[in-house]
């Protein structure tokens, strides 16, 4: 993959990143210092679903004005990864232009870059998408139809807990519910980050396709490692069109009927009189309460369900995550790697090109993958690190992660967040850092880093 070609100018003398507190979510402001010229500020994600408890309310309001503050009231550049919750909620608006996102807005930004299933016109890219269904233009239909799915999953899980049910699968489908409406509490965020910028200024990229962060940073490269194209990788390409997106596109029809029926409570034991009743069969007759005979077999269909109604809701947000775009900053010997949230399969072309890994060994900055959780690191990109060691000295591995412990995962069965294990790594063999520490400062709205070229 060649380098993307850089603005035309001075190269940047040094950069200060801008860690911010948001909790479990990600927000960095890279600002880029020139000698002879203005600095240029580019904001990659702002989200959270949850915060430390110092932390005030009004966290991201004020990490906004934070960001309008240190730009000077210009951004060059807003990056989005990916559209979970956790990486664009500081986009929001809100009434009487007071939201988050209000301001940011106002900051004017140059260039919005976001992956290509994020494009609402499905546009072309430069591998072109096939002219069968399996193509891009259906992938994005298909995300569509997921986010579509997903609402109504949620709605189902929502009816079911208030029909009664034991702790277990309460804490079960609360969980559906709050991970699933990470996925669709996003509506404002995507208008605001659709018309932030003119179209002709959006660029909805892929592995190797041009990033345009060149024209607004003069003198950096920027290389886009991810994510592929269905057409860019056949092993995607496969799963895409045998389960994900088929499954999908099918169940999108058949959660409209559930969340139908979710919304009339009229299934598995719910109280509803003959006159006036609604749903498929209205004049059916009903038995108030729970049978005798029934009260043991119940239950069981209420668990069943709340983990299948579980287990689909993380099949979105495994998909999701491999939507991120993984951006690669170059500035001489200098090599900073933001991947978002990437898992394994976004990973795979990166992984399998040994030109890109050669690159990769000399990373000198890592923003930790996805809150560093145990599938978002591949053991193989982080052997390849040259700059890792065990010894302080000025050219080690600087590495960040952005993160909340107790919010997703659990020990016990190896998979919280952040991954011991992982930390452990990056502890012993990088001068690393975890937005965590911040809570310990008490309330910390940021941490920054400097950088020299």
């Known amino acids: 993959m060649p380098k993307a070609k850089a603005a035309s ?65 210009s951004l060059d550049a ?23 996102g209000d301001i940011i807005r106002s900051l004017k930004p140059k260039l919005v870059v976001q992956p290509w299933t994020e494009d609402p016109k499905a546009k072309k890219d430069a591998t072109g998408p096939a002219a069968t269904p399996s193509g891009n233009a259906l992938r994005v239909a298909s995300l569509q139809a997921q986010r579509l799915a997903i609402q109504n999953v949620v709605i189902e899980a929502q009816a079911l807990a208030a029909t009664g049910t034991g702790d277990r699968d309460r804490r079960a489908l609360q969980s559906v519910s709050d ?3 990470e996925g669709i509490l996003n509506a404002s965020a995507v208008r605001n980050l659709q018309t932030m910028a003119p179209p002709e200024k959006h660029r909805y990229v892929f592995h190797g396709s041009p990033s345009g962060l060149g024209t607004v940073l003069p003198g950096v490269d920027v290389s886009v490692l991810g994510p592929p194209t269905l057409k860019q990788t056949s092993a995607i390409k496969k799963e895409r069109s045998t389960d994900p997106d088929e499954f999908w596109m ?3 029809i058949d959660w409209q009927f559930w969340g139908t029926q979710a919304r009339n409570a009229s299934f ?17 007759r009903t038995i108030k309460g729970n049978p005798s005979y029934a009260r043991w077999f119940i239950p069981r269909v209420r668990a069943a369900r ?10 979105l947000d495994k998909e999701m995550n491999n939507t991120s775009v993984i951006l690669l900053f170059e500035i001489g010997s200098t090599r900073l790697l933001f991947p978002g949230d990437a898992q394994i399969e976004n990973w795979d072309m990166t992984l399998q090109d040994k ?21 978002a690191t591949p053991k193989s990109l982080w052997k390849g690190f040259a700059n890792r060691s065990r010894r302080k000295k000025p050219t080690r591995l600087r590495t960040v992660v952005s993160t909340m412990a107790g919010k997703f995962g659990a ?24 937005t965590q520490e911040l809570v310990q400062k008490g309330h910390t709205l940021k941490q920054v880093f400097e950088f020299k070229f």
Do not use: W
């Open 306 to 315: 709340a983990h299948e109604l579980l287990g689909i809701v993380r099949i």
């Open 78 to 100: 807003v990056v989005l990864t990916h559209r979970h919750r956790d990486h664009m909620s500081g986009f929001e608006t809100a009434t009487g232009n007071k939201g988050p």
């Open 250 to 252: 099918l169940q999108g």
């Open 411 to 434: 020990a016990a069965r190896h998979t919280e967040v952040p991954r011991t294990t992982l930390v452990t790594a990056l502890k012993s063999e990088t001068d690393f850092f975890s």
């Open 9 to 73: 100018g001075a190269k940047p003398s040094g950069m200060t990143l801008h860690a911010y507190q948001v909790g479990f979510g990600d927000c960095f402001l890279l600002s880029f210092h020139y000698r002879s010229a203005r600095d240029r500020h580019v904001l990659i994600d702002f989200g959270s679903t949850g915060l430390p408890t110092a932390a005030p309310k009004n966290q991201l309001t004020l990490i906004a004005q934070d960001i309008a503050t240190v730009s000077g009231g």
């Open 355 to 375: 030109t890109l890994m050669k690159r990769l060994t000399g990373v000198t900055f890592y923003k930790v993958g996805h809150h560093g959780s145990r599938n």
């Open 179 to 181: 991970e699933g409406m």
């Open 268 to 284: 598995l034991g719910s109280s509803v009189g003959r006159a006036g009743k609604k749903g498929p069969f209205p004049r059916a």
